[in-house]
């Protein structure tokens, strides 16, 4: 341990100690806490099913950085690179498109054996898995819809491939003794005023009656389903809104992703958490980082990432919680990317933790809300940066920016020798 650290976490520790917060508990409980962490950051979510696909659903991924992973080994070696220099034991975050299987296999007939590279790999690694149907870059999702398409064999096909996905996720969990979260986007929507915004919510409805009707285990498999205003592409209206899912959820007792992109751009998702908390069997949160639109930028220490950590420890819902990333940028090193966004989410818990909420609560409840603001301004200068740097070294992984120097050694050795070539 580098005594300047140490001696730095002792000081920090009896300040916090002053208002009662014990700085090795809050570590302990930390340590504790699983991030699922999104493979697709790693490749642009390109994926490896469909080579020629073009990304598409309304999402886009901008930057030409160079050294995108383009292999499975490549990409599960990017991620324990990233990992090497995250505190903690985590989740990777998984697509279907990127099963590792030299057969050719459209999505409708994945199955578990797709994946026995990964589970072995997260087994070996310590990791959980987490997945995800993907309903988009195919070409049955060229015209913008999958589970609630007019065409009835357009439907099954996406049905079939989240009935797979459901299996993948139970054998993720049932394998890796941990549950999987498995999550279903879609994206389908109309770029302008639609005639008829209530026919293709009946059928996504119906479509997810039938996806959802195999009971698996949930120490297995979770479900969880995710909304979205608005896409490129689909700006007018998209079935699956916000109040369509968190209806189907409450009433069929699946986890409610919300996703910080996914709303209007000045509503937040940290202000849902307390009265979703209050009816839903259970969250999952994608954190991103929407700059003017649902633009997925890498997740940085900002306001709401505070709030988010507030809310989840003072609202005592990270037992109840999953908390996954969701963020994809090419203008950067993919790696430098996760590590930023992971080592970011994890400071933002650390901080909320390392707050007096029971003396702000009850100067709020005697209406002394003179010491609500006070203490609140006053802790934003306390030394969180010295049990950040303590945590740190307990994990064995780099503190402050000294991984930066280990990515820029990875990217000159292992990610820019990948060059332009095509990918294989
Ligand atoms: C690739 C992801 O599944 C996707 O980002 C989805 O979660 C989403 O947020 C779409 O906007
Ligand atoms: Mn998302």
Not at 369 to 380: N, V
Request: charged share 25%; with cysteine.
């Amino acid at each position: 341990m580098n005594p300047t650290i140490r001696q730095s976490y002792e000081l920090a520790r009896e300040q916090y100690a002053k208002h009662g917060i014990d700085t090795d508990a809050i570590l302990e409980e930390l340590s504790r806490i699983k991030l699922s962490v999104h493979c697709w950051q790693g490749d642009d979510v390109r994926g490896f099913l469909f080579q020629d696909q073009e990304l598409s659903g309304g999402i886009s991924v901008t930057g030409s950085y160079p050294g995108a992973a383009r292999t499975p080994d490549e990409l599960r070696g990017d991620l324990e690179k990233a990992f090497s220099l995250i505190p903690g034991k985590h989740k990777v975050n998984l697509h279907a498109i990127y099963a590792d299987t030299a057969e050719k296999v459209d999505l409708d007939a994945l199955e578990p054996r797709h994946f026995q590279a990964w589970v072995d790999w997260a087994a070996e690694q310590g990791l959980g898995l987490d997945f995800n149907p993907t309903c988009f870059s195919h070409p049955k999702a060229a015209d913008g819809f999958t589970l609630s398409h007019p065409d009835e064999t357009i439907r099954q096909f996406w049905i079939d491939h989240c009935k797979a996905s459901r299996r993948i996720g139970a054998f993720f969990g049932e394998t890796l003794g941990q549950p999987c979260v498995t999550n279903v986007w879609i994206p389908d929507g109309y770029k302008d005023i639609p005639a008829d915004r209530l026919a293709p919510r009946v059928r996504l409805k119906e479509a997810l009656d039938e996806v959802f009707s195999e009971p698996l285990d949930p120490a297995h498999n979770l479900d969880a389903v995710e909304s979205k205003l608005f896409g490129i592409g689909s700006e007018a209206y998209v079935v699956g809104s916000h109040e369509f899912y968190m209806g189907y959820g409450l009433q069929n007792n699946k986890l409610i992703c919300l996703d910080s992109g996914h709303f209007h751009p000045t509503e937040t998702i940290s202000n849902k958490l307390s009265s979703l908390s209050l009816f839903a069997s259970g969250i999952l949160l994608h954190v991103s980082r929407p700059m003017r639109w649902d633009s997925d930028h890498v997740v940085i220490l900002d306001d709401e990432l505070l709030e988010i950590g507030r809310e989840l420890v003072r609202g005592d819902l990270l037992e109840r919680t999953h908390i996954g990333l969701d963020f994809f940028d090419g203008s950067i090193n993919r790696v430098a990317a996760w590590v930023i966004g992971t080592r970011s989410t994890l400071k933002a818990l650390m901080r909320a933790m390392l707050e007096p909420a029971e003396e702000l609560r009850r100067a709020e409840l005697a209406g002394d809300y003179t010491t609500r603001l006070a203490l609140a301004e006053e802790f934003k200068s306390y030394p969180f940066g010295a049990i950040w740097d303590y945590y740190c070294e307990l994990s064995g992984v780099p503190a402050r920016e000294a991984w930066l120097a280990d990515v820029k050694e990875y990217e000159q050795q292992v990610q820019l020798p990948r060059g332009e070539e095509a990918r294989v």
